[in-house]
């Protein structure tokens, strides 16, 4: 079987970001971390995307999703520089700060087909409508945070002047739909808080962990692993957005039901499938009936039936035999194909690096141990098309 090209050390920097305090110079009523906060602008990037899409212009959301990637890894090398010095620094030594970087990430993402992409970007920055809806979702997420701090202490030293900044910020972006939708409907904006309630709900909540990641910020880890991984697994182009989306969005009906989590869901017969259509309800009635119809397809494509494999023809939802039917008939941009199964060893692998990270920093429980143990057992032998899922579960042993 092929190996792949992530590795254990690039998905440990993934969880650095679960560890990188934001706002830590301000006085905060909750802990902001930077794994959550991209999760956070990836989702509304999201939603500024599909409005400009249905204003008639078009995106390209490869590109889109890889800039996004882009953001992410520099920021975790970077997360030392606080805002206003880093732009300042942009300014005069952008070589300099984009050559560091990518000597940092060079082990880890080298392989990649996109790495010379990578140095690119860091060092000519594109102008293009994918890079205005990424700052514009930046912003908008900074914003979002950053009220809730004002709104706990506004008179603390300079808060009233970065709250006019970050609020300047967000006013320079108001050309893209999306922003309009949100600045202007009361509805578009709570969906973005509702989706921002999904960084206060912890995983595992029944036990002590470090770090204590959210639902919202283990979305974001299984979606840049179904990305990175879909191409070794030769993925088309349409199924690798659909892992990182389908995987961004897998647990928005958590949002209404919270995280129930799988020995109770197991535990009852008829349970887990009682769950599911309380949440697809939840979903159409808090959710999709506030939203485009080309965004409510999109989320119900993504959140029902998550971890089936499935495809469209004419627009409508079939399901594969298998995953090598998959592959072997629908593996093409026009099928909109979706390897559920590939998902869900995604989704457990985010699982497993949650609780054996916990373990490594010493804080440990017997759900922990044996939560990483299950998972284990099950996903050491995975495959999909050939290439060895499995060793990134061993690689954690």
Known sequence: ???????????????VAASIRRWNDQACPVEFVELDKQAHKMVIAYLFAKYEQIDGKAIDWERLIMYFCF???????????????????????????????????KDDLGEYEFFED???????????????????????????????????????????NIKATIDKEVEQHYNLSG?????????????ITMFGQLRFQKRWSQTPRVPATSVLGHTLVVALCGYLLSLDIGACEQMRINHFLGGLFHDLPEILTRD????????????DEQIKHIEERAVQEKILIHLPESI??????????????????????????NVGDLFSHYNTNEHNPVCGEFLKICDHLSAYLEAKISISHGISSQDL????????????????N????GALFRDFC
């Open 1 to 15: 079987m092929k190996p792949t090209r992530l590795t254990s050390s690039l998905l440990r920097k993934i969880f």
């Open 71 to 105: 953001d992410f890894f520099a920021r975790v090398v970077l997360t030392d520089i606080k805002p206003p010095v880093f732009h300042e620094l942009q300014k005069y030594h952008r070589k300099e700060l984009a050559k560091f970087v990518l000597q940092e990430l």
């Open 118 to 160: 990578f140095e690119h970007y860091l060092k000519h920055p594109p102008q293009n409508i994918e890079t205005q809806i990424l700052h514009a979702a930046h912003y908008y997420a900074s914003k979002w945070e950053f009220d809730i701090i004002y709104h706990f202490n506004p008179y603390m030293f300079d808060v009233a």
């Open 179 to 191: 922003m309009k939708q949100v600045v202007l409907f009361k509805t578009k904006s709570e969906l």
């Open 260 to 271: 129930i989590i799988s020995p109770i869901k197991s535990s009852i017969v008829g349970l």
């Open 296 to 321: 409510s397809a999109d989320i119900i494509y993504f959140t029902q039936n998550e971890f089936a494999n499935r495809y469209k023809i004419e627009g409508f939802t079939h399901y594969a035999k």
């Open 369 to 384: 141990i044996q939560g990483a143990e299950g998972i284990l057992q099950r996903r050491q032998e995975s495959a999909i």
């Open 386 to 389: 050939g290439v060895d899922l």
